[in-house]
């Protein structure tokens, strides 16, 4: 006897993509308030940036132009993650804001090397900089940047491209914090590396942001688990739920960001009821690791059965610890 059964279908209500309690619409008022407040300081800063001649503010505009694109990227997702699967995208796109992330990482760590390369040639032949030009900018930046993460901090941060935007423009807070004191360096002291010495700073944050969206994005992309949940931990814990004899083909992924999924092969003791050990392990999975869109085969685990599936199946074979060693079952009130 097997049973197959998605439990994500019947917990659709739960808010995957919405979990802060902030509508789709409502997220995209914020992301374009956010997004109208970045491209219009971002052509302002272009220009004063070459006018004073400094890189920081050059550094900073092409920051806030990774952090324009990721939130206007995120405005696509929203819209596309609401259309419903067709045809071969069985999950639709929600993958869409992952591809991104991904992109705007990638960029990031492009610029950012580019940006280190030039402030390495502006430390050695410093130019002239206008110290009052940079102070002023910079200050009007740090006012613009508080607004903008107010703005997104409102959003729902449960989105990988949402909180990556969310972590760019608290990134070019503290850069314009650094650019402003680097123009004030520069006025009060005529010490014109100040401002490559604040290009620096940009660029190690632009680095770190880069690095992060790319690993994480990637993490989605080879289906790896999520960070929170350890595949041999949860096989041996669904184990050890009683009447539960193997457990095998475990696999969890995340569909998207926020949105966890489990697979897995149950073998049960023969003459147990097969449905009613599944919707225990799916209430473990559910309130133990919020793993509310599984997919189990259960099978009664009879010696053809245990041949026949444990001889090729994909990752560790997981058994339930028999006799007076078995672990408690942890859908157990008493556990």
Not at 66 to 80: E, F, Q, S
Not at 86 to 99: D, M, N, P, Q, S
Not at 173 to 186: K, Q, R
Not at 229 to 237: F, K, T, Y
Request: hydrophobic share 50%; with cysteine; charged share 15%.
């Amino acid at each position: 006897m097997s049973a197959g059964h998605d439990h994500g279908a019947a917990t659709a209500g739960h808010g995957h993509g919405h979990g802060h309690g902030v509508s789709v619409n409502a997220d995209r008022k914020l992301l374009s308030g956010a997004l109208a407040l970045i491209v219009g300081f971002m052509i302002a800063e272009v220009i004063v940036g070459f006018a004073a001649g400094s890189l920081a503010l050059v550094t900073d505009a092409a920051h806030m132009l990774t952090d324009a694109i990721a939130i206007a990227l995120a405005l696509l997702a929203i819209r596309l993650a609401a259309k419903p699967p067709a045809g071969g995208f069985t999950y639709g796109f929600k993958r869409v804001e992952i591809l991104s992330a991904q992109a705007n990482g990638i960029t990031l760590l492009l610029l950012a090397v580019y940006f280190v390369y030039e402030a390495v040639s502006r430390l050695i032949h410093p130019p002239e900089v206008k110290g009052a030009l940079v102070l002023i900018t910079g200050v009007v930046g740090i006012v613009v940047n508080l607004f903008a993460t107010w703005l997104i901090s409102k959003a729902n941060r449960s989105s990988l491209n949402v909180e990556g935007a969310f972590q760019h423009i608290l990134n070019d807070l503290f850069a314009f914090i650094a650019t402003a004191i680097a123009g004030l360096v520069v006025l009060l002291t005529g010490f014109a590396r100040a401002d490559a010495i604040a290009a620096f700073v940009v660029a190690v944050l632009m680095l770190k942001a880069g690095v992060s969206l790319v690993r994480d994005s990637g993490r989605i992309f080879l289906e790896a688990a999520p960070i929170a949940i350890d595949p041999q931990a949860l096989g041996a814990e669904l184990c050890a739920v009683e009447g539960v004899v193997e457990v095998h083909d475990l696999h969890v992924w995340e569909i998207t960001s926020g949105e966890p999924a489990a697979s897995a092969h149950i073998l049960v003791a023969e003459g147990l009821d097969c449905h009613q050990i599944r919707v225990r392990i799916e209430e473990v999975l559910a309130e133990r690791h919020h793993l509310t869109h599984s997919t189990l085969q259960v099978d009664h685990a009879t010696e053809s059965q245990a041949s026949e599936h444990c001889s090729d199946s994909h990752g560790v074979v997981h058994r339930a610890i028999t006799g007076a060693g078995r672990a408690p079952d942890p859908a157990s009130p008493h556990h």
